[in-house]
């Protein structure tokens, strides 16, 4: 008796893996959403202006 309930538990997962959880059995893409960037507080100035108050202000924090 012990055999076939462990044959039936093992037949019937194999079946719902070969079913799976539902739906039509075709896959999806879900597309991540759209990044906007927003370079709103870089306007007007350049890279190394930019380096140079980063600079300071690690120096006025750490110091």
Same mark, same amino acid.
Do not use: H, R, W
């Given at each position: 008796?012990?055999? *076939?309930?462990?044959?039936?538990?093992?037949?019937?997962?194999?079946?719902?893996?070969?079913? &799976?959880?539902?739906?039509? &059995?075709?896959?999806? =893409?879900? /597309?991540?959403?759209? =990044? =906007?960037? $927003? $370079? *709103?507080?870089?306007?007007?100035?350049?890279?190394?202006?930019?380096?140079?108050?980063?600079?300071? *202000?690690?120096? /006025?924090?750490?110091?």
């Amino acid at each position: 008796m012990k055999i *076939s309930a462990y044959f039936l538990m093992c037949l019937s997962l194999c079946v719902l893996s070969f079913a &799976g959880c539902g739906g039509s &059995g075709e896959t999806t =893409v879900i /597309q991540p959403p759209e =990044v =906007v960037e $927003d $370079d *709103s507080a870089m306007d007007g100035i350049d890279d190394d202006e930019y380096n140079k108050a980063m600079e300071e *202000s690690m120096n /006025q924090q750490g110091g």
